[in-house]
């Protein structure tokens, strides 16, 4: 179990999750290892959330000890409270919930309460650091996160990574920041090549894809894949036998739902038998307060009634998944897309829009289907193809787990970002 400074939060006792080892050998091992941190200051877990995740679990822990720095509150903090072997600073990163404002006079007061209590806590940062002996900055690229990454890098003459989740619009200040990074590992090459338009030498530009840890998609693989598919079919109120075509992600315009509405009220009409389910829950920011009603709404119009369930958040994302006979992602821009290899992972073929890092996801035709974005009919097209051709949902399937395997696996990113840390400590540059 993770301990935990600085915070207000009690973690359970190591022995309960870690295996049983003699004390001299954990504190030889606690000694030799190189202290990495690893800063997400959010509250919410979102896909890169999850990926910051998985990197503080899946480190070599006889090469490195992971110590996090973090929001002092919401599920992102727990779960990293949650990883065995990791150190948790947990501070008040001035991060706002999703319900403050953001716009306006409000939204101008939330944001300077929420800076000064990150520039109050970038000291006790630095300060936890050092305790800590930190030889290496893993930050993710929001602003607040580039912020305390840049502070700590400085003050402690270590280099910094920086993570690039999203294809950035770098601000005066964020690109200040940016320039300063050691380097920028990106996820994908559309998100590198808008790191080096906005002038970071590509020499400082690396590209690591993301992975799926498929520990975490236990439920939606191997035996017990068929009992967390009926659990969940249950749990929503649809039948073994009904073909349920699903969408995971977070109900936000961004994401495009309405448009995964739209190519449902299509595949309705053609297919009775088809039920429908939006899984996940919707960020209350200004600009999108009351967006899950109007997708209510929406479903109503488009004279889906009972056939659509919206679910909210889901926890176990494998048991969904594994639920879903299709997945379809649609998405206005995306640095990479977790969902479609979670998807991929647990064995369900995925229809997504042929956007930014999603490109560089999906093999078109083998491992999944890519349809132009916004385009709800030849999205419904897609997915009635994949219902109705046993061959080719096979194929897709098959497909997609041999590049969870390769492509997308654990070993290979923590191989990668290793890499990285490598160059980083001995004093070069990737």
Request: charged content about 25%; proline content about 5%.
């Amino acid at each position: 179990m993770a301990a935990r400074s600085h915070g207000a939060l009690r973690p359970r006792a190591a022995e309960e999750r870690a295996p049983q080892r003699g004390s001299l050998d954990l504190a030889n091992e606690r000694r030799s290892a190189i202290p990495i941190l690893l800063i997400d200051p959010r509250d919410a877990i979102g896909g890169d959330g999850i990926v910051h995740l998985q990197v503080a679990e899946h480190l070599d822990r006889a090469r490195y000890r992971p110590v996090v720095l973090c929001h002092d509150r919401g599920p992102l903090s727990l779960r990293f409270g949650e990883i065995p072997g990791a150190t948790v600073i947990s501070l008040d990163c001035g991060t706002r919930d999703m319900m403050a404002a953001r716009y306006g006079i409000r939204g101008l007061a939330s944001g300077a309460r929420g800076g000064w209590r990150l520039i109050r806590s970038t000291k006790r940062a630095i300060h936890a650091a050092r305790d800590h002996a930190v030889r290496l900055v893993h930050s993710t690229d929001t602003l607040r996160g580039m912020l305390l990454a840049a502070a700590i890098a400085r003050a402690l003459h270590v280099p910094w990574l920086l993570h690039g989740h999203c294809r950035p619009r770098l601000g005066r200040l964020a690109r200040r920041l940016a320039l300063r990074a050691d380097v920028v590992a990106c996820v994908s090459r559309w998100v590198a090549e808008a790191y080096a338009e906005q002038g970071l030498p590509s020499e400082r530009l690396a590209v690591v894809p993301n992975a799926v840890a498929l520990g975490r998609l236990a439920s939606g693989r191997g035996p017990r894949r068929e009992s967390a598919r009926l659990a969940f079919r249950r749990a929503i109120g649809t039948t073994p036998s009904d073909r349920v075509v699903g969408w995971m992600g977070r109900l936000s315009p961004a994401k495009a739902p309405e448009r995964f509405l739209e190519a449902c009220a299509l595949v309705a009409a053609d297919l009775p038998d088809v039920r429908f389910v939006l899984a996940g829950g919707s960020e209350v920011f200004d600009a999108n307060d009351g967006y899950a009603d109007h997708l209510r709404r929406r479903t109503r119009e488009l004279g889906l009634g009972e056939r659509l369930i919206f679910t909210g958040f889901v926890e176990d994302a494998g048991a969904a998944l594994a639920a879903f006979d299709v997945l379809a992602f649609t998405t206005n821009a995306e640095g990479f897309g977790m969902v479609p290899i979670e998807a991929m992972a647990c064995g369900v073929p995925v229809i997504a829009s042929a956007v930014g890092g999603v490109l560089e996801v999906i093999r078109d035709g083998e491992s999944g289907l890519l349809v132009p974005p916004g385009c709800s009919r030849r999205l419904a097209e897609a997915i009635v193809g994949v219902l109705e051709r046993p061959s080719l949902r096979t194929s897709l399937i098959e497909n997609g787990l041999h590049d969870v395997r390769t492509r997308f696996s654990m070993e290979r990113q923590m191989r990668e970002l290793g890499a990285l840390y490598e160059d980083l400590l001995s004093g070069g540059r990737p």
